[in-house]
């Protein structure tokens, strides 16, 4: 199984080469599921979704990754941002859980 893990960083980190600088920018609950995963036999990756992101760049990690599951975190500040993904993720790939 493939297990596609979605998070998003606000508006405040777009500058920064890499969404993910430091420990504690890491999101430990996705991590601990990710590394229980991969331990049982499946493949994760990881995409990290901006205000900004196209739905292409879902599109396209979706299309080279095809995953069976996408799971997200979504924490308050993000909740918008990760919803208009989601709904885009549902109306284009409903046969993915």
Same mark, same amino acid.
């Given at each position: 199984?493939?297990?596609?893990?979605?998070?998003?960083?606000?508006?405040?980190?777009?500058?920064r080469?890499?969404?993910?600088?430091?420990?504690e920018?890491? /999101?430990?609950?996705?991590?601990?599921?990710?590394?229980m995963?991969?331990? /049982?036999? /499946?493949?994760?990756?990881?995409?990290?979704?901006?205000?900004?992101?196209?739905?292409?760049?879902?599109?396209?990690?979706?299309?080279?990754?095809?995953?069976?599951?996408?799971?997200?975190?979504?924490?308050?500040k993000?909740?918008?941002?990760?919803?208009?993904?989601?709904?885009?993720?549902?109306?284009?790939?409903?046969?993915?859980y």
């Amino acid at each position: 199984m493939n297990a596609l893990f979605i998070i998003t960083e606000s508006s405040k980190q777009l500058g920064r080469k890499k969404p993910l600088n430091t420990q504690e920018d890491i /999101h430990l609950g996705i991590s601990y599921i990710s590394s229980m995963l991969e331990r /049982h036999g /499946h493949h994760t990756d990881l995409l990290v979704l901006t205000p900004k992101t196209k739905f292409s760049v879902i599109d396209r990690k979706i299309g080279d990754f095809k995953p069976s599951i996408i799971l997200t975190s979504i924490v308050y500040k993000e909740f918008f941002t990760i919803i208009r993904f989601v709904q885009h993720i549902k109306s284009l790939y409903p046969d993915i859980y």
